[in-house]
């Protein structure tokens, strides 16, 4: 069942809320740090985190959480009026950079999450531009991972495989794609990522039998 109240007009209605937001607070991180997408990141993360509740459609939410551990999938999370649960994974994108490919969550861990269809994944990613003393949002996706286009995502090899952007410069966003649409299209997707990582780990095995053969004959000193 998909959730009635975030319609495509409030996951833009956030989006506007959001780059208001950032664009009119003072001093949010200091000159020294612009230069560091991490320090960047982490205060912007900070401020919405203390501020997102408000930067919600009036009469939508009933809980909100901003506590969580570091490696969790969420930096903050709520709950609507209807019960659906929604955790956010923050996202910030300097438009001077040429190439950035982030972690959005493990197969593994969305996949458990996603057995409740009443849980969201959404992606909440801001892309900034660095001036000499400040920064400004240039534009905002406040998005369930299920409307990103598997056009522009891609596995990574780590664990049970992480979902990434391939390019933050490039999002394909399709807001009529449903989550079984979605989730099979992932299953299609790591049936041709594992045999793949099979082979590269069977490479590996390969080249160490060499190396232990090398070591056992070798003289020991």
Not at 18 to 30: A, G
Not at 139 to 167: K, M, R
Not at 202 to 215: G, L, Q
Request: charged share 25%; aromatic share 12%; proline share 3%.
């Amino acid at each position: 069942m998909r959730s009635q109240l975030f319609t495509t007009e409030k996951y833009s209605f956030v989006e506007k809320n959001v780059i208001e937001l950032i664009n009119s607070t003072q001093d949010i991180v200091n000159a020294r740090s612009l230069g560091s997408p991490r320090a960047v990141g982490d205060a912007i993360q900070e401020l919405l985190e203390t501020k997102f509740p408000e930067l919600l459609p009036a009469d939508i939410l009933k809980n909100y959480s901003s506590a969580f551990a570091r490696r969790s999938m969420a930096d903050f999370a709520f709950e609507d009026v209807d019960s659906f649960y929604y955790v956010v994974d923050n996202k910030t994108h300097n438009l001077g950079t040429d190439f950035n490919m982030p972690n959005l969550t493990s197969v593994e861990r969305l996949s458990r999450f996603y057995e409740d269809d009443n849980n969201y994944f959404t992606l909440l990613k801001v892309d900034y531009a660095v001036f000499y003393d400040s920064i400004e949002a240039r534009s905002c996706h406040f998005i369930p991972i299920e409307h990103l286009d598997w056009s522009c995502l891609t596995l990574g090899a780590l664990g049970w495989g992480q979902i990434q952007i391939a390019n933050s410069n490039n999002i394909v966003i399709n807001r009529e794609q449903t989550r079984r649409t979605w989730m099979l299209k992932l299953c299609d997707k790591l049936a041709d990522f594992y045999p793949k990582e099979i082979a590269k780990i069977t490479k590996r095995i390969t080249h160490f039998d060499k190396i232990r053969r090398h070591w056992e004959n070798h003289p020991d000193f």
